[in-house]
């Protein structure tokens, strides 16, 4: 029997809403597979938390997460309770931070039975493979002067270490996909940085010279992304040039409840952790409307990560069913609640 260690943090809003559905649906995962189980410790660090105890998670709570398999988090954030960059970097940054989450996966693909709302985001099937702890999201640089003399200096980081890190992994996920990888680069404006991005990259498509390697300036990449997405497979890019292509893929989809995301640890020292991208939603809270299939189909992510690919497959192909088959929340266009679409995904399951 292989067990799975889960430390699982519901958070708040529809976090907290959605959680146990996503792990109903991975406990019939495992029922299915027969020697398979997840054991869990819940967490109830979040916003209330905070007004309670005045932080956002315990103060050895990195030390009672360490020895978990997968973090396992639903969405944070209480903008009336409690200011976003308190509880974004009480919890969330600082996981991501200590845990050296260095990678950030995310995968969007058109899901059967939901409109995108261009008609070219048809047959797209995207792995963005975003560096996660440095390039232009770092803290150096500085302010000096006030007034018309104010210098403002905003210093983007590039390791050998990071740069190769982030783009050996998308060549190895591109080996068990389609063999087919695109870099986001802008070595025409940034002269420094990204020339070497460029370097890096180049010196490790030489050693895969089975897979297909290109490179697009973030611009035009930005307008292909939009103009004829189902060209692209696994992209890779810095932290920015991630972030941004990100936010476009999942919104081809048509809704953001439903892209999942993985930060990924992978010198093994630490979990990593597995959140959807959508926040915690304020404003259709409490409805039992909340879209389930960004967190479950982060739970597939997981089972890939674990090494579980076909269950992993399954439990995706059985979502697409669901929303083929119209059960879909009123994001996605239907009028299902979020138990309809979890009843609808287990009972599949259970069928197969
Ligand atoms: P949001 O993602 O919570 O909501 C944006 C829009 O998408 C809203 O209209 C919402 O109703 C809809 N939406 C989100 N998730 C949905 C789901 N599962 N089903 C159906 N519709 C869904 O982003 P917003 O409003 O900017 O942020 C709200 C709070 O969440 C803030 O406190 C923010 O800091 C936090 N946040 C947390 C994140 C995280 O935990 N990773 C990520 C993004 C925001
Ligand atoms: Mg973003």
Redesign the pocket.
């Known amino acids: 029997m292989k067990q799975f260690k889960l430390s699982v943090i519901p958070?708040d809003?529809?976090?907290k809403e959605?959680m146990p559905h996503a792990l109903e649906v991975l406990d019939t995962v495992a029922d299915i597979h027969g020697g398979l189980s997840f054991s869990k410790e819940f967490y109830p660090w979040s916003c209330e938390y905070y007004l309670e105890h005045g932080k956002m998670m315990a103060d050895d709570g990195l030390e009672q997460l360490k020895n978990s398999d997968a973090v396992f988090l639903g969405?944070?954030?209480?903008?009336q309770l409690v200011e976003?960059h308190i509880?974004?970097w009480g919890l969330?940054i600082k996981i991501r931070r200590e845990f050296e989450q260095t990678l950030n996966i995310r995968h969007a693909k058109q899901i059967k039975g939901i409109t995108p709302p261009i008609t070219n985001a048809n047959n797209f099937d995207i792995m963005v493979v975003r560096e996660n702890s440095e390039g232009e999201y770092s803290e150096i640089g500085g302010r000096i002067h006030k007034g018309d003399d104010e210098v403002v200096v905003q210093n983007a980081v590039f390791t050998r270490k990071a740069t190769e890190r982030a783009i050996k992994y998308a060549f190895e996920l591109a080996k068990k996909r389609n063999n087919k990888v695109t870099s986001a680069t802008k070595s025409n404006g940034i002269v420094y940085s990204m020339p070497f991005w460029d370097e890096v990259y180049h010196s490790i498509a030489k050693k895969h010279p089975t897979i297909e390697a290109n490179t697009a300036h973030i611009d035009a990449l930005a307008a292909f992304f939009v103009t004829r997405p189902s060209e692209f497979d696994v992209v890779v890019a810095s932290n920015l040039f991630g972030d941004i292509l990100t936010d476009i893929s999942a919104a081809l989809m048509g809704?953001?409840?439903i892209a999942p995301a993985a930060n990924l640890n992978v010198n093994g020292k630490y979990p990593s952790m597995f959140?959807p991208?959508?926040?915690?939603?304020?404003?259709?809270v409490g409805k039992n409307?909340?879209?389930p299939i960004?967190q479950i189909w982060t739970g597939k992510m997981m089972l890939d990560q674990f090494g579980e690919h076909e269950l992993a497959d399954q439990l995706l192909a059985v979502v697409e069913k669901v929303t083929e088959e119209g059960i879909k929340?009123p994001?996605i266009g239907g009028r299902a609640t979020t138990s309809e679409v979890t009843e609808a995904i287990i009972k599949k399951l259970r069928a197969l």
């Open positions: 958070g809003g529809v976090g959605i969405a944070v954030g209480n903008p976003d509880s974004l969330l809704s953001i409840g959140e991208v959508h926040g915690s939603a304020p404003d259709i409307i909340a879209n960004g929340t994001d």
